[in-house]
């Protein structure tokens, strides 16, 4: 993939060069898309696992090209990821935002094996730790949802 259109994409067209919390802005922009596909399955399920699949392969050029690990203008992964909280959930104003919370709190807090995720080389740790988080997140919003806390 050529080196422009992957740092296009893991920064999701510079959100990620945002200078407060870029993986915020990330989660954000991909809350967008999420709620907007959300009452369409299959396509919500397509266009997660284009992502991740995208997001990956950008992720590991972009890394690659740095001299950091993971750094925090990839945000392709926080883009992508927030599709799996919000899999099965029912959409509503509180699930929205208990769930986008949650999701940011598993992927900075990072609990395990989170952690030991994130060190796999390349695009897939950069990917999998906030697949994890927010399959954390999604059983957590499982919880609320059936418990009916909202």
Known sequence: MDQKISHNIATVFG???LPLAP???????GLVLCVALHGHIVLYTLVFLCL?????ISAANVEADSDVRDPAYIVIDEFACIFP???????SPAYVLAGFIIYRLMDIVKPPPIRKIEKLKGGWGIMLDDLVAAIYA???????VYSRIF
């Open 138 to 144: 999604n059983i957590i919003l499982h919880s609320l």
């Open 85 to 91: 909280v919000f899999f099965l959930i029912p959409l």
């Open 15 to 17: 959100l990620g060069k």
């Open 23 to 29: 993986g915020t802005w990330g989660s954000l922009a």
């Open 52 to 56: 991740f699949i995208i997001g990956v």
